[in-house]
């Protein structure tokens, strides 16, 4: 079948809720993937950050096909031998005192909720269903009704009411907004510790620092979710490292299977956790052994393979050579190890046009809010790989 054939059946029998490029892909393998046509490209998007450890990762695959030979799924009505482990591999690995595992990055922020919620009128004695929650404006914390219901996105929000009560909305990076927004009722704060899906948006300096700040002092759960910054993206294992605190809770999915599984996690302390009792949450498919096999292994890459210390170092010189980068319609470079952004000024007629010339040149990324690009390679991208796709950007973004 020609590339055409498939995009014709995916036109003819799917649901529209996507604007991909008309790129069909078959096979990946490190920082490359190849389409039908065996045609080659950078792949540097990494499935929104889920193949940190790159496109198959062999030890990753070896893990998955060893655990599925055995047993993939009990339910949590059984135990089994996995969920023990990657529990306590990922608490001493994060410095976390409990593990609830979920599968995707949105279930995870909706567990975080209602155990906030819970914990909020079973410790910190707020009245029944008074509970409310502080996030921020840009924000993007997965496609439930939920969650679309506290977004200021009005393409994610239009048409899909009524929403849950609950939440309110500050400006992101704004320490002065939270401290004014925080009530006897506040339960939480929800925040990205970057805006990834609003186009890499890194808050001041000394942000998060009086965010913790103020969290404690007014007893409210600070809630990071790294489901795309954390697990090596900007250079550190969770972003929260770069300004020295620790969430309450932290939200974890993505690469926390190498793009191999869905899984994400609740990462919290017995405090916050401990509320929720059994039959109160759980998911059929949350602490699968085939699940737990697959993060167990992915984590481990991520040290032993020291690919959090590679963002760092490569994300800096692709971040230079970003910068070099001579276009008078460019707004702005940013970003944080390898989560970068290229934004354009809002007459430069958009940045889809940029990723579709990148594409031909072999190189993927997407747009995101019209007009910003994203770079988000796998971690595993080389000094040479980020010269080659310089190269390429640098091309096409010139001029």
Known sequence: MLQTDYIKLEDKFGARNYKPLDVVLERGEGVWVWDVDGNKYMDCLSAYSAVNQGHCHPRIKAAMQNQMKKLTLTSRAFRNDQLGMFYEELCALTNSHKVLPMNSGAEAVETAIKAVRKWGYMVKGVPEDRAEIIVCADNFHGRTITIVGFSTDPIS?????????????????????????????????????????????????????????????????????????????????????????????????????????????????????????????????????????????????????????????????????????????????????????VEFKLNAGGARKYCEELKENGLLCKETHDNIIRFAPPLVITAEQVEWALERISEALSG
Do not use: W
């Open 157 to 341: 929000r239009r048409g899909f009411g009524p929403f849950t009560p609950g939440f309110k909305v500050i400006p992101f990076g704004d320490s002065k907004a939270l401290e004014n927004a925080i009530a006897p009722e506040t339960v939480a704060f929800l925040v990205e510790p970057i805006q990834g899906e609003a186009g890499v948006i890194i808050p001041p300096h000394g942000y998060f620092k009086k965010v913790r700040e103020l969290c404690t002092i007014n007893n409210v759960n600070l809630i990071l979710d790294e489901i795309q910054t954390g697990l090596g993206r900007t250079g550190k294992l969770l972003a929260e490292e770069h300004e020295d605190i620790e969430a309450d809770i932290t939200l974890i999915g993505k690469a926390l299977s190498g793009g191999f599984y869905p899984v994400s996690a609740v990462l919290s302390n017995t405090e916050v956790l401990g509320v929720l009792k059994p039959g109160e949450h759980g998911s059929t498919f949350g602490g699968n052994p085939l699940a737990c096999a697959v993060s167990r292994e992915a984590l481990k890459i991520l040290t032993e393979e020291n690919l959090i210390e590679n963002a760092a170092i490569i994300g800096k010189k692709f971040l230079s050579g970003l910068k070099k980068i001579k276009n008078n319609k460019i707004k702005e470079v940013r970003g944080r190890g390898l989560l970068l952004a």
